[in-house]
């Protein structure tokens, strides 16, 4: 029987969640567009947040790069859970609160995937000083 690899499971729902949404993001659909209009950053922040969760959710599969995939979704999920507690609410546009779920398992998803791969971080930043 073959072992599942966690990582690579929760990496897959990781991108899978942060892909998914691009579509939104990327089409300009009125959820998005309501969200990123409340917080005074539409489109460019409805755009950017994209491109960037769209690069994070690629680089997360590279030994080199997976550290800084991770650490970056986990500072862009941070500000998608500040925004809806303190500006959005829990709730947008009657979801449920399904927006506040995804963004707060990827920032624990990441957050996890952070700790394990600090070591890559250390290692590298011990390369440097060499």
């Keep these: 029987m ?20 691009l579509f939104f993001k990327f089409t300009a659909s009125q959820e998005s ?12 922040g409805r755009i950017g947040s994209g491109i960037i969760e ?5 680089l997360l ?7 800084y995939a ?14 809806h507690v303190t500006v959005l609410g ?14 707060s398992v990827c920032f624990f998803i990441s957050a996890y995937l952070v700790f394990l791969y600090k070591n890559d971080f250390i290692n590298d930043f011990n390369q440097l000083k060499k």
């Design 33 to 44: 567009v309501y969200i990123f209009s409340k917080l005074n950053v539409e489109p460019y």
């Design 61 to 67: 599969f590279f030994k080199r790069t997976k550290f």
């Design 90 to 103: 829990i709730e947008v546009m009657n979801d449920g609160g399904m927006l506040f779920l995804l963004a």
């Design 2 to 21: 073959k072992t599942i690899n966690l990582q690579l499971v929760l990496k897959i729902a990781l991108a899978i969640i942060l892909v998914q949404t």
């Design 54 to 58: 769209l690069f994070a959710s690629f």
């Design 70 to 83: 991770s650490l970056t979704v986990l500072g862009t999920m941070l500000g998608a859970i500040v925004s």
